[in-house]
């Protein structure tokens, strides 16, 4: 599996902006999928992942309520609408693919795509 990750820029705070992660290789639909994030000088941290049937979400507590994980298997893709974004939101987010449950581990994941940077302005 293959991601491109799409759609980071720069937006003042209180703003939104859609990610976007499309999927090229088969099975896509089997996978659970993640996204991450990595400020500056900062690690890799957790934001959101869904389960392969879009059934099942989790979220970071800080994202929780602006934030918004789905997935489209029919299109290959998963996405994460951001909402209320806020300057701490600024980093490059990642998004992966598991083969098995969503989780909230980078470790677990088995693909990752390039990233994409966020900035959010005060």
């Known amino acids: 599996v293959q991601l491109q990750a799409s759609g980071g820029g720069l937006v003042q705070a209180g703003g939104s902006l859609r990610l976007s992660c499309a999927a090229s290789g088969r099975a896509f639909s089997r996978y659970a999928m993640g996204w991450f994030r990595q400020a500056p000088g900062k690690g890799r941290d957790f934001v959101a992942a869904?389960?392969?049937?879009?059934?099942?979400?989790y979220y970071t507590d800080s994202v929780k309520g602006r934030f918004t994980i789905s997935r489209d298997n029919a299109k290959n893709a998963v996405y994460l609408q951001m909402n209320s974004l806020k300057p701490e939101d600024t980093a490059v987010y990642y998004c992966a693919a598991n083969w098995g449950n969503p989780d909230t581990d980078d470790y677990v994941y088995d693909y990752w795509g390039q990233g994409t940077l966020v900035t959010v302005s005060s």
């Open positions: 869904i389960s392969w049937s879009g059934r099942t979400t």
